[in-house]
């Protein structure tokens, strides 16, 4: 072992291949994100636009783009969609509700588990244009949900106008739900049994199991899950785009969708950027505070 | 020996990873499918290719445009130029943006673009277009007479310089549907002299004929434009009030008129006199009413543009020959009845040169023919508009075709949209303002929040209020 160790240690000193090694994934990253990134950052102080006289001569405008985001009281009605949207369709839906398929799919027999987990899968392979269309005809107002529910004897709901939030929640839910499930799945499937069969045979209730070992064991998967969701939702477009546009009134106008209004609707690119910017921020600091729970 | 072959994979795997990279730049110079496929590039006399870009709403090569294009290509005699469509499918808000982008950049320039000729102005001042005075002066239908000298004011840009040709307008007014109204016991030759009569007139078809929707007005910000021109605008110009106060060259961000016209909008909604919300605030209302309701007649009275016929031609979307005896077309009074009694908002599209088009002269060939009385006779009769030369609207055939005469009759009293370039920025605005009114929010309220994102967006010092 010792000479093992003399080995390898000269090597090290003298050279770095590492560094080369990474140089072309650091040169990726470089031109795609953080380029694109420094671009934005630049472009979000400028009124950069689509067309008009700004769109011939970019001028520096300072933090007129910030200040003015300040002010918009749409965006204070944005940021707090998107924390509702958000919440609702990540946090709570697709994470618990995944969470729940993979643990009571866990230990039932095969064609149990096949034939649920495909179902469950095929929301997620849907590409987003198509769930949202397929969602879309299915909360329409002559949709199949209205169908089945004047079928029973209700009346007709306007869902999609009615309650916009709760459809595009639910759309979302449908759509990402599979994704946290193969997650906890596979996370479940490595908590040892021999703990649990233990904890049962010191007399420990099912729930004391759940929260004190299952929880605890997959720990680390929760927060990456969570990361990763949110980071998914957050960014969310086509599915609200398609299915209300960010309506009626403000009502589903979570920040992705305001920011495409100001940059391609009112033309405004450069405070579209800006927009863009406080999203990014949005996600990293969610992104912070999650790792930083991961920790404790 | 061993450490060699470490090496070599090394080079290999950087050399080509960064390959890759330059792979991805690369891209960039290629052309976009909807750009110019470089004409001309091999040395050879190959033909020039002209491409032109127009809005397709989804119906694709049975559009009317997009016939015509090809029609007036074919019996294009100069045989050393190909004339290629690049149409845009896309809703009409996403085909301005579209449009800039692709105009933007001399890889994606077509060499001629439809411009609407309210984003004409803006377009122009952002340098995307090439300003066609000179060549017009040369071009003796411009000149003598066969254009109708007001149009001319719509591809004006407000640098004085024109920047399009203009191949139809349009008038607004109200559409009505006189079986409905015989059922109603209303007159089948309809003529409200007041909004009063107008509203009157939906509360007897609510009354009488409950299955009917009364009246249809765009009033979702989904409807863009539409909803800005053919309701809010139609309804603020018959107060007397305009958009901008071009002595002052200020905005007009809060007055009695707004009140007026928001307060009809309440109206129209709070008695139910409108259609589902869930219906008129989706992006496909003004064709859901137009195809659908008035066709099957679901729906009474509708505000909406002249060109809504082109529906119903045998070419068109939604054929309904009986629509020349059962459409009645009202002209849109002014709200208390006062001068000039009816009211009309005229737009219109033009053929323009974008200023990166590498073919300019060509393209410029190719608008004097296809824009000839000839040729734009068979537009506007195919889609329903109307025409912009004065020699083809004295045509028999033309005005023979049913509301055309009527429909330009109306153009006597025809406002236009302010040649100001943040008027597509406002007209976001009215349409928010509409839509939140439609959606419940009082007239005061949304005229306020409309004032303050209007002074934003043009600075404090070009509004007014009255």
Redesign the interface.
């Known amino acids: 072992m010792s000479s093992l160790s003399v080995d390898v240690y000269p090597k090290r000193k003298k050279s770095y291949t590492w560094l080369f090694f990474l140089l072309p994934s650091i040169a990726i990253m470089l031109v795609f994100f953080v380029y694109p990134i420094l671009l934005t950052f630049f472009y979000s102080f400028t009124n950069l636009a689509l067309t008009g006289e700004a769109a011939r001569e970019l001028k520096f405008i300072g933090f007129d783009n910030y200040a003015r985001m300040f002010q918009d009281p749409t965006v204070r009605i944005s940021i707090w969609n998107t924390l509702i949207f958000l919440i609702g369709s990540a946090v709570i839906g697709q994470q618990v509700l995944g969470f729940l398929i993979a643990l009571l799919m866990k230990q039932r027999n095969k064609t149990f588990r096949r034939v649920i987990g495909t179902i469950v899968l095929a929301g997620w392979v849907t590409p987003e244009i198509v769930c949202a269309l397929c969602l879309y005809s299915f909360f329409g107002d002559e949709g199949t949900l209205n169908a089945i529910i004047t079928f029973f004897g209700f009346s007709e709901v306007t869902w999609l106008f009615t309650v916009p939030m709760l459809t595009i929640i639910l759309a979302n839910i449908w759509h990402g739900t599979a994704f946290s499930m193969l997650v906890f799945q596979a996370a479940l499937d490595d908590v040892p049994n021999e703990i649990e069969e233990a904890a049962v045979v010191d007399g420990a209730s099912k729930w004391k199991i759940f929260t004190r070992i299952i929880v605890p064991y997959i720990k680390g998967t929760i927060t990456t899950n969570m990361m990763l969701v949110t980071l998914q939702t957050l960014g969310v477009f086509g599915l609200i785009y398609a299915m209300t546009g960010g309506g009626p009134g403000n009502s589903t106008t979570t920040l992705p969708i305001f920011m495409y209004n100001q940059a391609f609707v009112n033309y405004q690119l450069g405070y579209g950027t800006a927009i863009s910017l406080l999203l990014l921020l949005i996600g990293i600091v969610l992104s912070l505070l999650y790792i930083r729970s991961m920790k404790e | 020996m061993k450490s060699g072959k470490r090496g070599f994979w ?1 080079v290999t ?2 050399v080509l ?2 390959s ?2 330059f792979g ?2 690369g891209g960039k110079g290629t052309p976009s499918e909807a750009g110019n496929p470089e004409p001309g590039k091999g040395g050879e006399t190959a033909k020039k290719t002209i491409t032109v870009t127009f809005r397709d709403d989804g119906i694709g090569e049975n559009g009317a445009f997009y016939k015509w294009l090809k029609e007036v290509s074919a019996s294009y005699p100069d045989k050393s130029v190909e004339i290629k469509p690049t149409p845009i499918q896309a809703s009409e ?2 085909y ?2 579209k449009v ?2 692709a105009l ?1 950049s001399k890889d994606t320039a077509p060499d001629i673009v439809t411009e609407d000729t309210f ?1 004409l102005n ?2 122009a ?4 277009l090439e300003p066609l005075d000179e060549k017009l002066a040369a071009w003796e239908d411009w000149g003598n007479g066969s254009f109708i000298e007001a149009m001319k004011k719509g591809v004006t840009a407000s640098d004085g310089k024109v920047y399009g040709v203009p191949y139809n307008t349009d008038s607004r007014g109200l559409w009505y549907n006189k079986d409905i109204f015989k059922q109603a016991g209303l007159p089948e030759d309809w003529q409200p002299k007041t909004w009063e009569d107008v509203l009157s007139a939906a509360r007897t078809i609510k009354e009488k004929t409950p299955d009917v929707v009364p009246i249809w007005m765009n009033m ?3 409807t ?1 434009e539409a909803t800005s021109m053919q309701t809010y605008e139609m309804l603020l110009y018959g107060t007397g009030e305009r958009l901008y106060d071009d002595a002052g060259s200020k905005w007009i961000t809060k007055s009695q008129g707004i009140l007026d016209a928001l307060t009809f909008v309440e109206t129209v909604n709070k008695e139910k006199l409108g259609p ?4 008129v ?3 496909q209302a003004g064709n859901t009413a137009s195809r659908e309701y008035l066709p099957q007649g679901k729906l009474a009275i509708s505000l909406d543009g002249s060109w809504i016929t082109g529906n119903y031609m045998e070419s068109g979307a939604a054929p309904w020959p009986e629509y020349k005896d059962v459409l009645g077309f009202a002209p849109m009074p002014t709200s208390q009845g006062q001068d000039p009694g009816s009211i009309t908002l005229a737009g219109g599209w033009a053929l323009s040169i974008p200023s990166h088009s590498k073919n300019i002269d060509e393209a410029w060939a190719f608008i004097q023919y296809a824009l000839n009385k000839e040729n734009t006779q068979k537009l506007v009769m195919a889609s329903g508009n109307i025409t912009v030369r004065a020699d083809v609207a004295k045509d028999p055939e033309y005005t023979k075709m049913p509301f055309n005469e009527i429909a330009t009759e109306y153009l006597k009293n025809a406002e236009f949209r302010p040649a100001q ?2 008027y ?2 406002v007209s ?1 605005q009215i349409q928010t303002m509409v ?2 009114v439609a ?1 419940g929010t009082s007239p005061a309220d949304a005229m306020n ?1 409309y004032a303050q994102d209007v002074t ?1 967006i043009v600075g404090a010092d070009h509004v007014v209020e009255k």
């Open positions: 090394l795997t950087a990873s960064v890759l990279l991805c730049t808000g996403d301005f943006a800039a982008l933007k984003i803006s377009d001042s952002a340098g995307y979702g910000k989904a863009g589902p919300l869930s219906k605030l989706n992006g370039e943040k597509p920025e976001t839509e939140s959606t929040k934003r």
